[in-house]
């Protein structure tokens, strides 16, 4: 922990949790469609980015006990 109160490795457990999820269904989406596709599965890249962000938060909050929301929030932010 740093003298501001954050936790580097819990930040970043949870940006490469995000990360992780976030990259393969948009690179998936995009390589098979296009951009200019009408798709429904179009509809993965948004639920992608709600549990991406879910889930980091949650994984930076679980290694952090002090300030867990902070820390959620701020590996939300770096992601």
């Known amino acids: 922990m740093s003298e ?11 940006v490469a949790v995000i990360v992780a999820i976030l990259v393969p269904p948009v690179v998936f989406v995009r390589a098979m469609l296009g951009s200019e596709s ?5 509809t993965l890249i ?3 980015f709600v549990l991406g962000f879910t889930i980091g938060g ?3 909050a679980r290694r952090a006990p ?3 929301v902070k820390h959620a929030a ?6």
Request: charged letters at 15%; a neutral charge.
């Open 4 to 14: 501001a109160g954050v936790d580097r490795v819990a930040l970043a457990r949870g």
């Open 38 to 42: 009408e798709s429904p599965l179009w």
């Open 46 to 48: 948004p639920l992608a």
């Open 58 to 60: 949650i994984a930076a």
């Open 66 to 68: 002090v300030a867990p």
């Open 74 to 79: 701020l590996a939300g932010a770096i992601a």
